[in-house]
């Protein structure tokens, strides 16, 4: 089974640009969740999306914005790009299981490294 | 509301020593603990999960971690340290209800020959 795949690897933009950037997730899963890794502020959560729907979000600002496909895929956006926007950002695919306790394994991709310069 | 300390940001150990990276967890409700390894620029690929099935939990590589309810640990060791172990290891908890991970800062394993 082909992992979770994440495009593009690297993106360098400027300060007021925008991006999005994309992940596919394991085939089957429906679960995609993004994560914010930074050296100062290490591994933070930014949203989960669920069937199309965000099911769970991080404390992040309004700048930083996802979406769900049909097919499970997912984007994420950040509108506006600050400095300290730059990290590597990544996405983890998880079964979903739909009103379960929790916990479920999430595999996670190989990330995007952007730069805001 | 869930959370993981790791101690020790770095550690340092001769090939073939017994490694040791602490983590202990704060919950109050039985935790789901996963440990995830990240070589560098690479994604985090996961080692083992505890899920209350087992206290003591083997994982890939050789890797395995006991759940130690009365000392809210749930420490990584591998008996034995291979030069391919380098890397930086996290341990995460999931929030209660959710897949949401809260991970700890990580610790960096370093192996010297």
């Known amino acids: 089974k082909a992992g979770v795949t994440q495009t593009p690897r690297y993106l360098i933009k400027t300060r007021g640009q925008q991006v999005t950037l994309s992940c596919s997730p394991i085939?089957?899963?429906?679960?995609v969740s993004w994560y914010q890794q930074t050296p100062g502020q290490g591994l933070q959560f930014l949203f989960e999306y669920f069937s199309e729907t965000q099911r769970n979000k991080g404390n992040f600002p309004g700048r930083f914005s996802g979406r769900q496909f049909s097919n499970s895929r997912s984007e994420m956006n950040v509108s506006t790009l600050e400095l300290g926007d730059s990290a590597l950002y990544l996405c983890?695919?998880?079964?979903?299981?739909?009103?379960?306790?929790?916990?479920?394994?999430?595999?996670f991709g190989p990330g995007t490294r952007l730069t805001v310069l | 509301a869930q959370s993981v300390t790791q101690l020790g940001s770095h550690v340092s150990v001769s090939e073939g020593a017994l490694v040791l990276l602490r983590c202990n967890y704060s919950s109050s409700v039985p935790p789901y603990l996963f440990w995830y390894v990240q070589y560098p620029n690479q994604g985090l690929q996961l080692l083992l999960k505890y899920t209350s099935a087992a206290t003591l939990v083997k994982g890939i590589n050789g890797f395995e971690a006991e759940f130690k309810k009365s000392e809210t640990s749930f420490h990584l060791t591998k008996p034995s340290a291979h030069m391919s172990d380098a890397a930086e290891y996290f341990c995460a908890v999931t929030v209660y209800n959710t897949d949401k991970l809260i991970f700890g800062t990580g610790t960096r394993l370093q192996v010297f020959p």
């Open positions: 983890a695919s998880s079964a979903g299981l739909a009103g379960g306790p929790g916990g479920d394994t999430q595999y």
């Open positions: 085939s089957g899963h429906r679960s």
